[in-house]
């Protein structure tokens, strides 16, 4: 099987009458955006088909979208699309396969090819991004309410057009989408707003922080913190890119602890490749920005050594 094409599946679009999109667990707004506005403008442009969205709805994220409440037998006959997923265990509702055809459309390393179609492209940005070039392509509805999921997605996953992934291309797909009127100040506020207990922990995430003299760190959040602070593991996300404003700091994880024991582990780079020491860990993801999963305190430990361990080869190789 290879990438397919735009015009394949808008071919399988125009097939089908019910159509259920699919995205991440623990979805952030490209997942959540790609998923939305891909949905919204095929709801424009064929009318009379279903559109499901799958997924529970995830904490602050309902501004951008929100879960349909999915039955087994919506999926008899139906076409599945998963977009931002990269491999088959992280897709949100595992009743993905319970279609009749199933694509996939994403931007992360191609590691699980899976899907009767899939479209990857891991030079893009976001899936977003992706999902606009899609429906430019095949002249698919682009008004607001389809434009601001994608925008946000975009946003989301560029950190604000920060992230070195962002292109000319990101800017002209970004600019298309503002002329459709939605209120840019709004979606940015939305995406960095806080409250004040997410704030006070994002400063005490510092406090947790081991940083290693190779410019490595790591901090882990516990239940406890997270219960002492009030706040939810989901909306613990925001501490993810705190390290990164840290001069010295050149990669870190925050690592969080779940109701079942187990961590969520959360990567991030200014330089040095980690995707591949997240793949080592039941996960993935960018090369700068990944994810993946600890059993206990031991294997965050060894996360933390081969995080040193990548951060010194690559100063080495750049000194």
Do not use: C
Request: proline share 4%; net charge negative.
């Amino acid at each position: 099987m290879s990438n397919t094409t735009f015009d394949e599946i808008y071919a399988k679009i125009k097939e089908y009458d019910t159509i259920i999109l699919h995205r991440h667990i623990s979805p952030d707004p490209d997942a959540i955006g790609s998923q939305a506005g891909l949905g919204r403008s095929i709801k424009l442009a064929f009318p009379e088909k279903r559109v499901l969205y799958a997924g529970v709805d995830w904490g602050d994220l309902t501004w951008i979208n929100k879960g349909d409440d999915i039955k087994d037998e919506d999926y008899k006959g139906a076409l599945v699309i998963t977009t931002d997923t990269a491999d088959r265990p992280r897709v949100s509702d595992q009743r993905y396969d319970m279609g009749d055809f199933l694509i996939k459309i994403d931007h992360h390393p191609n590691v699980d090819p899976y899907g009767d179609l899939y479209y990857v492209n891991d030079q893009a940005p976001a899936a977003s991004e992706i999902i606009a070039d899609f429906l430019i392509s095949q002249k698919m509805p682009i008004t607001a309410e389809v434009a601001l999921p994608i925008y946000a997605g975009i946003v989301g996953d560029t950190g604000r057009f920060m992230y070195p992934e962002t292109t000319a291309h990101t800017f002209e797909i970004a600019a298309m989408l503002a002329k459709t009127g939605i209120d840019l100040t709004q979606i940015a506020r939305n995406i960095s707003d806080v409250t004040f207990k997410q704030a006070k922990l994002q400063s005490s995430v510092l406090d947790y922080m081991t940083v290693d003299k190779s410019g490595a760190a790591y901090a882990v959040l516990t239940q406890a913190d997270l219960k002492k602070m009030g706040v939810t593991t989901e909306e613990a996300s925001v501490t993810v890119s705190t390290p990164g404003r840290i001069k010295d700091i050149l990669t870190w994880s925050v690592i969080v602890e779940l109701e079942d024991g187990t961590y969520r582990v959360h990567y991030r780079s200014k330089g040095p490749v980690i995707n591949g020491l997240a793949a080592k860990h039941n996960g993935g993801g960018h090369a700068l920005a990944s994810g993946a999963k600890a059993k206990d305190e031991a294997e965050i430990k060894q996360i933390f050594a081969e995080l040193i361990d990548v951060t010194n080869k690559y100063k080495e190789e750049h000194e």
